[in-house]
């Protein structure tokens, strides 16, 4: 019995520990509540909260705070921005875009600059939170909420160009038109960065398609389809079946919203065969896209070629919508006919053609009227202007009568290379009273019209081997296509020696040795005496640019070594020897010796009685040496394709695949 109650005792004292230790537990938890609950109640307590809310309050001014600034004038020279109609009054909103200099320097911006016709003033708005510098974005205006501008992608480059990327990161800004204010917009389902794409507004949705990738190996074009809910503030994507007909992935195209749905138009791609090189491709094919409210009854309709189509075809010509007449305005582009690897003829236009978006499409030639002439001869017809590449109409008889141009008609072209036309006939402007003033040829130039007037602005046109960015900016009035009005001259100068010096870099080289020893002869000195060279480079420096840095002139050379190897690197004609031998962007010496370990034995073989352990020793050291070789050139390749966004599988599987550089103009994208 003594031994039951004791051990009664024993089981009753666990109990009670057990309890104990229940109820510290307890404690701790209600003492841990009590430690993380929200303070209430007290005045001070209240102060702390108003004084987080001050702060706060205080970050976001900060942060959202606008400087306005009337300026002198329009933004300077530009192409690949964006030119919008205001969605809440009489203004156009001009936002980014990029500068090319004569000296190959590429210069990118992100300001806003709002303009009234009616006063002719320009005003410029900066921020603190505002998207980065860009173009090739697109914007978007919604009249919701007082007016909204959206902005979606774009790109953008270093001074030099050797580094390269499009805005990743759901970089989606709004722009509030009442505070001149910029917000980003974060979403979980989003388009893919992209550049070259165009943005609609149908109803409340905002309509995106198509675009580029470019990853600084090839560039890739796009044809997806997606809609931005501007109510619910989220994306979707619009997915069709295999046998649903699209139109071709593509960048740079017009789109246009209408009532039923949005008009699609040209554009441009590239074609990538195996073996080949990359080849540019204009399009120039009409789209309708019918829209609805159900996203599976989305679809797209090709429509027919009717009236007077832009002849040939052409790319970066810009198309604005005419809202009042229904109606889309074309201007301007480019012809590119490519006879060669080396070689890339260009006409550029500077004439106009209407879309009439009504029924199924129809394209109609725009004139410019002329003024009446005393006489009373008849009223000569006039022809339209269907591919005219600024060829002018010689006109032997005076006092004619007409409504049409005809001194500065535009005669159909026979053929898709007319003659390139003299600097005098694109940039002076004539004091003739009857020879109507224009803009020149150009293409991506920024159009927009606001209620009857066109507004043209910027682009780039083209001389020899060099590219101008252009500053101009031209209006006309639709209704009356009576005369252009020039709001601000061109202020580029062209060099008319671009095409001879190009052609002459290495005679002109030889030239200058050739004045060097004059020079040297001129001042009495002998061939070979000392210092005779450190003098005549003394004399010279003050008319010569500084030598360039080595470190610098290494890397550029490095640079070009890494796009020649990413354009070589999957060529077809190597023999399989050289493919095997050549390490690839991303591969280890490891991953290369593994991959290539049969032809460096074999190798060694060639050049040694080793066997076994020791011809693989000889073979991996012969990998080693070879990849050792390479190395710089494999970083540098990594580099630029990290640059473009690629993470470490991709540039892996780039450096599997080989890569093809273009070698046209970036903007031909």
Same mark, same amino acid.
């Given at each position: 019995?003594?031994?039951?109650?004791?051990?009664?005792?024993?089981?009753?004292?666990? %109990?009670?520990?057990?309890?104990?230790?229940?109820?510290?537990?307890?404690?701790?938890?209600?003492?841990?509540?009590?430690?993380?609950?929200?303070?209430?109640?007290?005045?001070?307590?209240?102060?702390?909260?108003?004084?987080?809310?001050?702060?706060?309050?205080?970050?976001?001014?900060?942060?959202?705070?606008?400087?306005?600034?009337?300026?002198?004038?329009?933004?300077?020279?530009?192409?690949?921005?964006?030119?919008?109609?205001?969605?809440?009054?009489?203004?156009?909103?001009?936002?980014?875009?990029?500068?090319?200099?004569?000296?190959?320097?590429?210069?990118?911006?992100?300001?806003?600059?709002?303009?009234?016709?009616?006063?002719?003033?320009?005003?410029?708005?900066?921020?603190?939170?505002?998207?980065?510098?860009?173009?090739?974005?697109?914007?978007?205006?919604?009249?919701?909420?007082?007016?909204?501008?959206?902005?979606?992608?774009?790109?953008?480059?270093?001074?030099?160009?050797?580094?390269?990327?499009?805005?990743?990161?759901?970089?989606?800004?709004?722009?509030?038109?009442?505070?001149?204010?910029?917000?980003?917009?974060?979403?979980?389902?989003?388009?893919?960065?992209?550049?070259?794409?165009?943005?609609?507004?149908?109803?409340?949705?905002? @309509?995106?398609?198509?675009?580029?990738?470019?990853?600084?190996?090839?560039?890739?074009?796009?044809?997806?389809?997606?809609?931005?809910?501007?109510?619910?503030?989220?994306?979707?994507?619009?997915?069709?079946?295999?046998?649903?007909?699209?139109?071709?992935?593509?960048?740079?195209?017009?789109?246009?919203?209408?009532?039923?749905?949005?008009?699609?138009?040209?554009?441009?791609?590239?074609?990538?065969?195996?073996?080949?090189?990359?080849?540019? @491709?204009?399009?120039?094919?009409?789209?309708?896209?019918?829209?609805?409210?159900?996203?599976?009854?989305?679809?797209?309709?090709?429509?027919?070629?009717?009236?007077?189509?832009?002849?040939?075809?052409?790319?970066?010509?810009?198309?604005?919508?005419?809202?009042?007449?229904?109606?889309?305005?074309?201007?301007?582009?480019?012809?590119?006919?490519?006879?060669?690897?080396?070689?890339?003829?260009?006409?550029?236009?500077?004439?106009?053609?209407?879309?009439?978006?009504?029924?199924?499409?129809?394209?109609?030639?725009?004139?410019?009227? %002329?003024?009446?002439?005393?006489?009373?001869?008849?009223?000569?017809?006039?022809?339209?202007?269907?591919?005219?590449?600024?060829?002018?109409?010689?006109?032997?008889?005076?006092?004619?009568?007409?409504?049409?141009?005809?001194?500065?008609?535009?005669?159909?072209?026979?053929?898709?290379?007319?003659?390139?036309?003299?600097?005098?006939?694109?940039?002076?402007?004539?004091?003739?009273?009857?020879?109507?003033?224009?803009?020149?040829?150009?293409?991506?130039?920024?159009?927009?019209?606001?209620?009857?007037?066109?507004?043209?602005?910027?682009?780039?046109?083209?001389?020899?081997?060099?590219?101008?960015?252009?500053?101009?900016?031209?209006?006309?009035?639709?209704?009356?296509?009576?005369?252009?009005?020039?709001?601000?001259?061109?202020?580029?100068?062209?060099?008319?020696?671009?095409?001879?010096?190009?052609?002459?870099?290495?005679?002109?080289?030889?030239?200058?040795?050739?004045?060097?020893?004059?020079?040297?002869?001129?001042?009495?000195?002998?061939?070979?005496?000392?210092?005779?060279?450190?003098?005549?480079?003394?004399?010279?420096?003050?008319?010569?640019?500084?030598?360039?840095?080595?470190?610098?002139?290494?890397?550029?050379?490095?640079?070009?070594?890494?796009?020649?190897?990413?354009?070589?690197?999957?060529?077809?004609?190597?023999?399989?020897?050289?493919?095997?031998?050549?390490?690839?962007?991303?591969?280890?010496?490891?991953?290369?010796?593994?991959?290539?370990?049969?032809?460096?034995?074999?190798?060694?073989?060639?050049?040694?009685?080793? %066997?076994?352990?020791?011809?693989?020793?000889?073979?991996?050291?012969?990998?080693?040496?070879?990849?050792?070789?390479?190395?710089?050139?494999?970083?540098?390749?990594?580099?630029?394709?990290?640059?473009?966004?690629?993470?470490?599988?991709?540039?892996?599987?780039?450096?599997?695949?080989?890569?093809?550089?273009?070698?046209?103009?970036?903007?031909?994208?």
């Amino acid at each position: 019995m003594a031994k039951k109650k004791g051990a009664s005792t024993d089981k009753a004292k666990a %109990k009670e520990a057990k309890k104990a230790k229940a109820e510290k537990k307890a404690e701790k938890r209600e003492t841990k509540k009590t430690k993380g609950a929200p303070a209430r109640g007290g005045a001070d307590d209240d102060e702390d909260l108003d004084a987080i809310l001050e702060k706060l309050a205080k970050e976001w001014e900060a942060k959202h705070k606008v400087n306005e600034e009337t300026v002198a004038g329009p933004p300077t020279r530009r192409a690949n921005a964006t030119l919008t109609p205001c969605p809440s009054g009489n203004h156009l909103w001009f936002i980014g875009g990029e500068y090319f200099s004569e000296d190959g320097k590429a210069h990118f911006y992100n300001d806003v600059y709002r303009y009234s016709p009616e006063k002719d003033e320009w005003r410029c708005y900066t921020s603190p939170n505002s998207p980065g510098p860009r173009s090739a974005h697109s914007v978007v205006a919604s009249p919701a909420g007082g007016g909204k501008l959206f902005l979606f992608g774009g790109e953008f480059s270093s001074l030099s160009q050797n580094t390269f990327h499009h805005f990743r990161h759901a970089d989606f800004w709004v722009f509030d038109i009442a505070t001149h204010s910029w917000d980003r917009i974060e979403t979980k389902v989003k388009p893919i960065a992209r550049s070259g794409h165009r943005m609609v507004l149908w109803k409340h949705f905002i @309509v995106l398609f198509g675009g580029f990738v470019d990853i600084g190996v090839r560039t890739n074009y796009l044809n997806d389809l997606w809609l931005f809910d501007t109510q619910e503030y989220k994306w979707i994507q619009v997915d069709f079946g295999h046998n649903d007909r699209q139109p071709h992935s593509r960048s740079g195209f017009s789109f246009l919203p209408i009532a039923e749905g949005v008009i699609l138009h040209g554009g441009y791609t590239k074609t990538y065969d195996k073996g080949k090189r990359p080849v540019g @491709v204009a399009l120039e094919d009409t789209w309708f896209l019918k829209m609805s409210m159900n996203t599976k009854e989305i679809k797209w309709e090709k429509r027919k070629k009717i009236g007077y189509a832009p002849a040939p075809a052409r790319s970066g010509c810009s198309m604005a919508l005419w809202a009042a007449k229904a109606q889309g305005v074309l201007f301007g582009g480019v012809s590119d006919v490519d006879k060669d690897e080396e070689q890339l003829d260009s006409v550029f236009y500077n004439d106009m053609f209407g879309y009439q978006t009504t029924g199924n499409g129809r394209w109609v030639s725009m004139n410019l009227k %002329k003024k009446k002439k005393m006489g009373g001869q008849k009223k000569e017809k006039a022809k339209p202007a269907a591919a005219a590449a600024w060829t002018r109409k010689d006109e032997d008889e005076e006092g004619e009568e007409e409504d049409t141009v005809s001194d500065n008609e535009a005669t159909p072209a026979t053929s898709p290379a007319p003659t390139e036309p003299t600097l005098q006939s694109i940039f002076a402007m004539s004091d003739d009273p009857d020879q109507p003033l224009m803009p020149f040829q150009r293409y991506n130039a920024m159009l927009a019209v606001l209620r009857n007037t066109l507004y043209i602005y910027g682009g780039i046109y083209e001389y020899g081997p060099k590219e101008y960015t252009l500053d101009d900016f031209w209006s006309i009035q639709l209704d009356k296509m009576d005369t252009f009005t020039c709001l601000r001259p061109l202020d580029v100068t062209i060099d008319q020696n671009a095409e001879s010096d190009s052609e002459g870099d290495d005679d002109g080289g030889d030239d200058d040795d050739d004045d060097d020893e004059d020079q040297s002869e001129g001042d009495g000195q002998a061939e070979d005496e000392p210092g005779v060279d450190a003098e005549v480079e003394a004399g010279a420096s003050e008319a010569l640019p500084a030598e360039p840095d080595p470190a610098e002139d290494n890397q550029v050379k490095l640079r070009a070594k890494a796009n020649e190897f990413l354009g070589s690197s999957k060529d077809t004609t190597r023999s399989a020897e050289e493919q095997i031998s050549t390490p690839l962007p991303g591969e280890t010496l490891a991953m290369f010796y593994a991959r290539s370990k049969d032809h460096w034995a074999q190798t060694a073989h060639a050049n040694s009685d080793n %066997k076994g352990k020791l011809l693989r020793r000889d073979g991996f050291a012969l990998a080693e040496e070879r990849y050792a070789s390479y190395k710089p050139i494999l970083e540098e390749v990594e580099r630029i394709l990290a640059e473009a966004g690629l993470d470490e599988e991709e540039i892996k599987r780039v450096g599997a695949s080989g890569g093809q550089v273009a070698t046209t103009s970036r903007n031909r994208r």
